[in-house]
């Protein structure tokens, strides 16, 4: 079973706001995401990063930011809340150990409501 | 050019029967495969990575791969109502160093009881 969690689980929040969404891992994996989901609609990759001081942004444009100090750790965040960053936010954290062994497991969620 | 096609169903099956789920992607240098379960309301939970053709078994679930093709798929075996869900299929990505992931939209999974 995978260890990773975030918090807070859900948050409703003004625009305007800066929120930040943890992620943290146990495994000592090396890489890490974040995904961006809506309802019925597929996850798109907004950032990753493969080690600490580490980040790239993924396909998806986002108006938010992440950082990587610690191998563990890895948030996100909105400087400024708007309605429309209201989605389901998911962290994902993978090992590479071989071509044929780099599974993604992921965290509970984060569903964000901006009001 | 959606590079994780997925049929969205909703797929409904009698309990018992077989569940047979496909996905064809577009990036021929692809070489991961996964497929994940998301129940409503809830993050994808891994069930099954494939990375050489063929097929894979792993208890009821067997992952079938045909790079040829460019298709892989999902068979659920003696489906079980708790097995209904939402069946997202995912392909390391070429771009960012191959170790990201690009998605499906999802199966829709019904077992009726």
């Known amino acids: 079973e995978a260890d990773i969690y975030q918090t807070p689980r859900y948050l409703v929040i003004g625009t305007g706001k800066k929120i930040t969404l943890e992620c943290s891992q146990t495994m000592g994996h090396d890489k890490m995401y974040w995904y961006q989901q809506d309802p019925g609609m597929e996850l798109h990759l907004i950032h990753y990063s493969y080690g600490v001081n580490s980040t790239e942004k993924g396909d998806l444009s986002s108006e938010s930011t992440v950082s990587r100090i610690r191998t563990e750790h890895f948030p996100l965040t909105l400087e400024s809340a708007r309605p429309s960053h209201t989605s389901q936010y998911l962290c994902a954290s993978s090992e590479y150990r071989g071509r044929d062994a780099n599974e993604q497991f992921f965290g509970p969620g984060t569903r964000l409501t901006v009001l | 050019q959606k590079e994780v096609e997925q049929n969205s169903g909703p797929l409904s099956v009698p309990e018992g029967a077989i569940a047979s789920l496909n996905c064809t992607y577009s990036?021929?240098?692809?070489?991961?495969f996964f497929w994940y379960r998301q129940y409503s309301g809830k993050s994808p939970e891994l069930i099954m990575s494939?990375?050489?053709?063929g097929d894979k078994e792993d208890g009821r679930f067997t992952a079938q791969l045909n790079k040829a093709s460019q298709y892989v798929s999902l068979l659920i075996r003696d489906s079980q109502p708790s097995d209904s869900a939402t069946y997202l299929c995912?392909?390391?990505?070429?771009?960012?160093?191959?170790?990201?992931?690009?998605f499906g939209k999802g199966t829709s999974l019904l077992v009726t009881p």
């Open positions: 494939i990375y050489s053709n």
């Open positions: 990036d021929r240098v692809s070489q991961s």
């Open positions: 995912a392909v390391n990505s070429d771009s960012n160093s191959g170790y990201a992931l690009n």
